[in-house]
């Protein structure tokens, strides 16, 4: 009760004094207003997480009624279009849970023949990766988690050292494409990107990133993983094969993921798409998982109530929303014009020190606070700095990379590290301590920011100035 008390007047008394300063620095009642209030919000979510959605009514409430924003502007604000692709993303990968998809998968590239502690290790980043790319982190890292305690427990290793290789990997992997993290599809949308931007920008950023990381994990596990490929050898490789789950490819898998490519070659040639049909940009990026969505419950009809019920997460959507809407509203008001403003006052107009600013900012900021957000907090002032006109796409990259790759510094960097950590507590009553976390996660997390700053600096295709 002490406890909750003080944590309640640390909130009241922060954002008052986030009000008040804002108000000293220069803004109007109002932006001060929105500033104090969002303050609020967040703080709320990170004190009382399992009340997150109450803060962001009731913030959402307040802005209202302060006339802090119209209902017109604050309703399209919620960046609707975002959560409806979200929705429908949800009810696809519901299908493909259904049918078995993952399991499939999973299986079928662990059963590979002369199986060593490093090819393991190989695999486990790669298809953590690949999976984060083309469904989204959450759902990679619990059937990826499933897989490592399946194995693990089969030849009696330590499962810790590759689930916290699974975490790392799937949190780079799922900045490669706009599908892998719901900050892809925000940045998308916000900055018109498309599918093919990010396979083109953020792909080779994340395969140089994840390059980085499995040096640095194979060193520095290099004992667990010298001890599974020495249990590796003490047993017969294709007795792996009885302890992996079975799943046939049958008519049900094969038509789920026959929808779910098709999906999935459309969102990657939406932009060509959109172009021959006179569409508005990223039309149908957004649009393609809602009509998957909608043949999905055609042809499931039996399962198309359960699958809007309980596939989507209704809770997360509706947090996201007024999320989006109150960060809208510092925007509205006019205060992250200001932010901006004294952002380019520390920076002097100079783009590298600007894009390096970005890109640690969220970087440091997403190893304590969750990724989404900080990057719906940066984006208003992103989008001021495009008005100034002193904006680059090179921007985006630096907000992107740096909230998935942040993710890795601490336990709470990202959803995908505190649903694994909760798996593996929940399965095998291991809890992974901070300081075991923190002497790998801050040399993977810094490495990889700092290896990325350069790229984005320094490398001609990627350092685009306004």
């Not at 502690?117 to 984060?132: D, R």
């Amino acid at each position: 009760m002490k406890k909750n008390f003080f944590k309640m007047a640390t909130l009241l008394l922060g954002a008052l004094t986030a009000g008040f300063a804002a108000r000293s620095g220069g803004l109007n009642f109002h932006q001060a207003l929105s500033v104090g209030i969002f303050s609020a919000s967040i703080m709320g979510t990170l004190f009382f997480w399992e009340f997150r959605l109450s803060f962001a009514f009731l913030g959402s409430s307040l802005l209202l009624m302060t006339k802090a924003i119209d209902l017109d502007s604050f309703l399209r604000l919620t960046t609707l279009e975002v959560v409806l692709f979200l929705a429908g993303m949800m009810i696809v990968v519901a299908l493909l849970k259904d049918s078995g998809f993952f399991a499939w998968i999973v299986a079928r590239i662990l059963r590979v023949r002369r199986l060593t502690g490093k090819k393991f290790t190989f695999l486990i980043i790669a298809i953590s990766a690949v999976l984060a790319c083309v469904v989204d982190e959450v759902t990679s890292i619990i059937f990826m988690v499933a897989a490592i305690l399946e194995i693990c427990d089969y030849y009696e290793v330590d499962p810790v050292p590759f689930v916290i290789i699974s975490i790392m990997a799937t949190n780079i992997g799922s900045a490669a494409t706009v599908l892998g993290n719901p900050i892809g599809i925000l940045i998308a949308t916000k900055a018109g990107l498309s599918f093919e931007d990010f396979i083109l920008k953020a792909l080779p950023l994340a395969c140089v990133s994840l390059a980085a990381m499995t040096g640095i994990m194979c060193w520095f596990f290099r004992r667990p993983i010298r001890e599974m490929s020495r249990r590796l050898n003490e047993l017969q490789a294709d007795e792996i094969l009885l302890r992996l789950i079975a799943v046939p490819m049958d008519r049900q898998l094969r038509i789920g993921m026959g929808i779910f490519g098709t999906m999935i070659v459309a969102i990657a040639f939406h932009h060509r798409l959109e172009v021959l049909m006179g569409l508005e940009r990223n039309t149908l990026l957004l649009i393609m998982p809602l009509i998957t969505a909608g043949i999905i419950m055609m042809w499931k009809s039996h399962k198309a109530r359960a699958y809007v019920e309980h596939g989507i997460e209704w809770w997360t959507l509706l947090f996201f929303m007024l999320l989006f809407a109150q960060a809208g509203t510092l925007k509205h008001t006019g205060a992250t014009d200001i932010i901006a403003a004294k952002f380019l006052e520390v920076a002097r107009h100079n783009p590298a020190l600007l894009t390096g600013m970005v890109l640690w900012a969220s970087s440091l900021g997403s190893s304590l606070l969750d990724n989404v957000i900080v990057v719906v907090t940066s984006i208003p002032v992103i989008k001021s700095f495009f008005e100034f006109g002193v904006g680059y796409e090179t921007l985006w990259w630096s907000l992107l990379l740096g909230g998935c790759l942040g993710g890795n510094i601490t336990l709470i960097g990202s959803t995908a590290n505190i649903v694994a950590i909760g798996i593996l507590e929940k399965e095998k009553h291991v809890r992974i301590r901070f300081s075991q976390w923190i002497r790998v996660g801050l040399v993977v997390g810094l490495t990889t920011t700092a290896i990325t700053w350069v790229i984005l600096t320094f490398v001609p295709y990627y350092a685009q100035r306004p």
